[in-house]
């Protein structure tokens, strides 16, 4: 199993420019969440979605949008970038149940630059 | 608004010390606790977890300590190595009667571990 996956692995955009960050997981996880990850603050929730077209937002959801088609994939995407978004991005997916209930395996994350 | 609070921000210690990190929450609905490791460059990965059922978990070198009362939860790492430098975040969830919170994890603002050979 890949495990995880994201795309891209750095990214640098201009203020006012969209953008969708990719996630795939191959785990057949119900569960899958993104979050920004900045210095000093954690992991803060962006989206999460407990099923193919099932979505809710996080702690920081402004300025991002997310859709959830199959179980396999969950995209995130920017809609107007702004310096403020400039940060670590990881998508995670999780099982809903059996014994590693509600473990979080995250991506290698992805670095975005806005400038 | 945080909700865990990690502390130290940083840490130093030499091999084969003692590596202790502290987090404190307020919620008492949080029913999951766990601690994940993450190296630069990398993401997060879960290392050890625990239930508000229990005091303590040992899992090789890596233990947790809970205080329900206090509201408490740290993380011990014995005879810390190099190869345990790295970051570490407690984490918490929030128990919901729907099941839907598995993966609804509040995070801790995180440690710099450093162990010098």
């Known amino acids: 199993n890949a495990g995880v996956t994201q795309t891209p692995k750095f990214q640098v955009l201009k203020t006012g420019q969209s953008m969708t960050l990719q996630c795939a997981q191959d785990?057949?996880?119900?569960?899958m969440s993104w979050y920004r990850q900045d210095p000093g603050m954690g992991l803060r929730l962006i989206h999460y979605s407990v099923g193919a077209g099932i979505t809710d937002q996080g702690e920081v959801p402004n300025g991002y949008n997310v859709s959830r088609s199959t179980t396999e994939d969950f995209p995130l995407r920017l809609l107007s970038a702004a310096p403020s978004q400039t940060s670590v991005y990881f998508c995670a997916s999780s099982y809903s149940k059996g014994k590693r209930w509600g473990e979080q395996f995250f991506g290698p994350g992805t670095r975005l630059t806005v400038l | 608004q945080q909700q865990v609070k990690q502390s130290p921000q940083s840490l130093i210690v030499q091999k084969g010390g003692i590596s202790i990190i502290n987090c404190a929450y307020e919620n008492t609905a949080f029913d999951y606790f766990p601690w994940y490791q993450q190296f630069p460059g990398k993401g997060p990965a879960l290392l050890i977890a625990?239930?508000?059922?229990?005091s303590e978990k040992k899992e090789g070198r890596f233990t947790i300590s809970f205080n329900k009362s206090a509201k408490q939860f740290s993380l011990h790492i014995m005879d810390s190595q190099p190869g345990d430098s790295a970051t570490y975040f407690c984490?918490?969830?929030?128990?919901?009667?729907?099941?839907?919170?598995?993966?609804?994890?509040?995070f801790g603002q995180g440690t710099i571990l450093t162990v010098h050979p």
């Open positions: 984490a918490a969830r929030v128990a919901d009667a729907g099941g839907t919170s598995y993966g609804k994890l509040t």
């Open positions: 625990i239930r508000p059922d229990v």
């Open positions: 785990m057949d996880h119900e569960y």
